[in-house]
Protein backbone atom coordinates (compact mmCIF):
# COMPACT_ATOMS: atom_id res chain seq x y z
CA UNK A 1 0.00 0.00 0.00
CA UNK A 2 2.66 2.74 -0.84
CA UNK A 3 0.76 4.72 -2.79
CA UNK A 4 -2.09 4.73 -0.30
CA UNK A 5 0.50 5.70 2.46
CA UNK A 6 1.96 8.54 0.20
CA UNK A 7 -1.56 9.72 -0.30
CA UNK A 8 -2.57 9.82 3.14
CA UNK A 9 0.82 11.18 4.19
CA UNK A 10 0.07 14.38 1.75
CA UNK A 11 -3.16 14.55 2.79
CA UNK A 12 -1.95 14.83 6.32
CA UNK A 13 -0.08 17.83 5.47
CA UNK A 14 -2.62 19.53 3.44
CA UNK A 15 -5.47 18.92 5.46
CA UNK A 16 -5.00 22.80 7.17
CA UNK A 17 -3.98 24.65 4.29
CA UNK A 18 -6.67 22.96 2.32
CA UNK A 19 -9.22 23.74 5.79
CA UNK A 20 -10.54 19.90 5.53
CA UNK A 21 -12.25 18.49 9.24
CA UNK A 22 -11.02 15.70 10.67
CA UNK A 23 -14.05 13.88 9.54
CA UNK A 24 -13.21 14.43 5.98
CA UNK A 25 -9.91 13.36 6.23
CA UNK A 26 -10.90 10.24 7.87
CA UNK A 27 -13.83 9.43 4.96
CA UNK A 28 -10.83 10.57 2.38
CA UNK A 29 -8.27 8.26 4.09
CA UNK A 30 -11.14 5.08 4.29
CA UNK A 31 -11.88 5.54 0.51
CA UNK A 32 -7.91 5.64 -0.68
CA UNK A 33 -7.89 2.40 1.80
CA UNK A 34 -10.88 1.20 -0.55
CA UNK A 35 -9.88 1.87 -3.51
CA UNK A 36 -6.29 -0.19 -2.73
CA UNK A 37 -8.64 -3.27 -1.82
CA UNK A 38 -10.15 -3.21 -5.12
CA UNK A 39 -7.34 -2.55 -7.17
CA UNK A 40 -6.32 -5.80 -6.48
CA UNK A 41 -9.06 -7.13 -8.21
CA UNK A 42 -8.70 -4.81 -11.10
CA UNK A 43 -7.51 -7.79 -13.71
CA UNK A 44 -11.14 -9.26 -13.08
CA UNK A 45 -13.23 -6.49 -12.55
CA UNK A 46 -12.07 -5.02 -16.04
CA UNK A 47 -13.12 -7.86 -17.74
CA UNK A 48 -16.42 -8.57 -15.70
CA UNK A 49 -18.78 -7.49 -19.10
CA UNK A 50 -21.74 -10.04 -17.76
CA UNK A 51 -21.35 -9.96 -13.52
CA UNK A 52 -18.45 -11.56 -11.57
CA UNK A 53 -17.79 -15.34 -10.30
CA UNK A 54 -19.21 -15.40 -7.02
CA UNK A 55 -15.78 -16.18 -5.37
CA UNK A 56 -14.61 -12.49 -6.46
CA UNK A 57 -17.87 -11.22 -5.33
CA UNK A 58 -17.39 -12.75 -2.10
CA UNK A 59 -14.19 -11.85 -2.26
CA UNK A 60 -14.32 -8.30 -2.29
CA UNK A 61 -17.25 -8.26 0.03
CA UNK A 62 -15.57 -9.96 2.94
CA UNK A 63 -12.78 -7.37 1.99
CA UNK A 64 -14.65 -3.77 2.13
CA UNK A 65 -17.16 -5.06 5.17
CA UNK A 66 -15.57 -4.50 7.64
CA UNK A 67 -14.34 -0.97 5.84
CA UNK A 68 -17.72 0.03 4.58
CA UNK A 69 -19.46 -1.37 8.06
CA UNK A 70 -17.52 0.89 10.39
CA UNK A 71 -17.93 4.50 10.83
CA UNK A 72 -14.82 5.75 10.42
Request: aromatic share 0%.
Amino acid sequence: MPGVEAHSERLTEEADVLGLDDALVAELRRQLRDLDRIANHSSELRHANLGLPIETVNGLRAELRPSLSSPT
